[in-house]
């Protein structure tokens, strides 16, 4: 199995006297959704689908309400998500509030079936 790149030039704003550099880019295969997942797990084991989208339902009901919970969320091998936080900084730690949160973001940690899979993955010209 392959992914697919393209190339992109890329030139760099500031420095407009450079000349343009090519870069590689991945290319999606287009999208798949829950639905699709859930039929090629019940087909892989004996699940239905409808049971399968249960869970996988479940799972995205619970996942981002843990994550709101302060808790990091461990999916075993495949990986783990948590929460970040950018924020202001303050001279004292008196000052420092909710308020100097300016935004959260989300982190996946790769596990190790995902870590291994990574480091096979075949590159291809599209």
Known sequence: MSVKY???PH???????????YYPRLKSRGEINLR???KDISQESTVSPSDTMAV???????????LAEGYIVKLGELGSFSLSIQAEGSD????VN????????LHFRAGKIVRQMLKHIDYRKA
């Open 6 to 8: 393209i190339v992109v």
């Open 36 to 38: 699709e997942i859930a």
């Open 11 to 21: 030139k760099v704003p500031s420095k407009p006297d450079e000349p343009v550099a």
């Open 98 to 105: 909710a308020a100097k949160i300016k935004r959260n973001k």
């Open 56 to 66: 996988i339902e479940s799972l995205l009901q619970n996942i981002p309400r843990y």
């Open 92 to 95: 004292s730690p008196e000052k």
